[in-house]
């Protein structure tokens, strides 16, 4: 589960940085409830995260090319959400540095 909720986030991102949307406030909030829930749940293996991330983007079914850019991007929120928590990060703030989340 918690897996699959950090994998959603990762998503999230990546469509919010590929396609450039603006956040909304559904987004905004999802986006904290799931960060505060993963904060509750991340462990010490960001391998398996990072493998499962990688999965999501051949779901898309892209081309090629972007195939290994979604991969690579997937591979760097998922790292870097990870840390944040880690880091004890306010899910607002992950959230904002998603683009999901305005800045206040």
């Known amino acids: 589960m918690k897996l699959q909720l950090l994998i959603l986030v990762a998503t999230f991102a990546v469509v919010a940085n590929s ?3 603006q956040s909304g406030i559904a987004l905004c909030s999802e986006c904290m409830e799931y960060i505060q829930d993963l904060s509750t749940k991340v462990s010490d293996d ?3 995260c990072e493998e499962r991330a ?3 983007c051949d779901i898309l079914s892209l081309p090629e090319l972007m195939n290994k850019k979604c991969r690579q991007h ?5 790292t870097k959400i990870v840390q944040d928590i880690k880091n004890s990060k306010p899910p607002r703030d992950i959230c904002t540095d998603l683009r999901l989340c305005r800045a206040q």
């Open 19 to 21: 396609f450039k949307i």
């Open 46 to 48: 960001d391998k398996e």
């Open 74 to 78: 997937v591979i760097e929120e998922v």
């Open 54 to 56: 990688q999965k999501m």
